[in-house]
């Protein structure tokens, strides 16, 4: 599942997640630009891709809550300038500080989640989908949780925009099918020893659950010729193997 000449921005890519799909990518020949508005996260997964041989990435530090509008449509001409079309976005940012009563939200909060998890993709999604559809094939994977089809209780402004990103992502997947260039899917990677897991149950045994490597093949099939047809669909990590 070659990757070669297919460009790829990652959302959150000093993350754990971010950051084992930006390296799974690169190994196989994706140019990856990372995006995250930490520069020292940034630095570590450029140097990890570097060291396992991978295209020398692109840092692209970036505040997804604090841009202004026109500071990401900046971003989508800087890249559609320096690389002329684009082949795939994951949306990987994530906010998500503790599992919180309603009661108890801050208005500030609240907002600041729902600004990340899901404002930022919608905005992504619109100033990029031009150079998007420069490309012959595309793919868009946002990234989802359980608590979307449970409706968990405490789980607040993080739990709602999961909710509605799902619900997005199928709208996107809708209008773009009949174009039959973009395709748009959703990725659950379900309980997993990752970062965001350690903060949501911190007393859990993670000895037990999946690495976030188990997820590299789940990450080059949604971007490799593999996957091209399959759009709007929800995949569980847990349960789907490409």
Not at 2 to 27: D, E, F, N, R, Y
Not at 176 to 185: M, T, Y
Request: charged share 15%; proline share 5%; aromatic share 8%.
């Amino acid at each position: 599942m070659s990757l070669s000449k297919q460009v790829i921005l990652i959302t959150g890519a000093g993350g754990g997640l971010g950051g084992t799909a930006a390296l799974a990518l690169a190994k196989q020949g994706a140019q990856i630009i990372l995006l995250d508005k930490s520069i020292p996260k940034l630095e570590k997964i450029y140097d990890a891709i570097v060291a396992a041989g991978g295209p020398e990435p692109m840092l692209y530090p970036f505040d997804l809550a604090g841009a202004s509008e026109l500071q990401y449509q900046e971003m989508a001409d800087a890249i559609e300038q320096h690389y002329g079309a684009l082949q795939g976005v994951l949306h990987s940012a994530v906010e998500f500080s503790a599992y919180s009563p309603i009661i108890n939200y801050k208005t500030k909060d609240w907002g600041h989640s729902l600004n990340v998890n899901l404002s930022a993709p919608f905005l992504l999604c619109r100033v990029l989908l031009p150079v998007l559809q420069k490309s012959e094939h595309a793919s868009i994977v946002f990234t989802s949780d359980s608590s979307a089809r449970k409706v968990q209780a405490y789980s607040g402004a993080y739990g709602v925009s999961k909710i509605a990103l799902e619900g997005f992502a199928g709208i996107l997947a809708a209008e773009l099918e009949a174009g039959q260039k973009i395709r748009v899917n959703t990725l659950v990677p379900g309980a997993i020893d990752s970062p965001l897991r350690k903060r949501a149950y911190p007393a859990e045994d993670k000895a037990s659950l999946p690495t976030m490597n188990s997820l590299e093949p789940l990450y080059v099939y949604l971007f490799s010729d593999a996957s091209i047809g399959v759009t709007g669909q929800i995949l569980d990590a847990q349960t789907f193997k490409p």
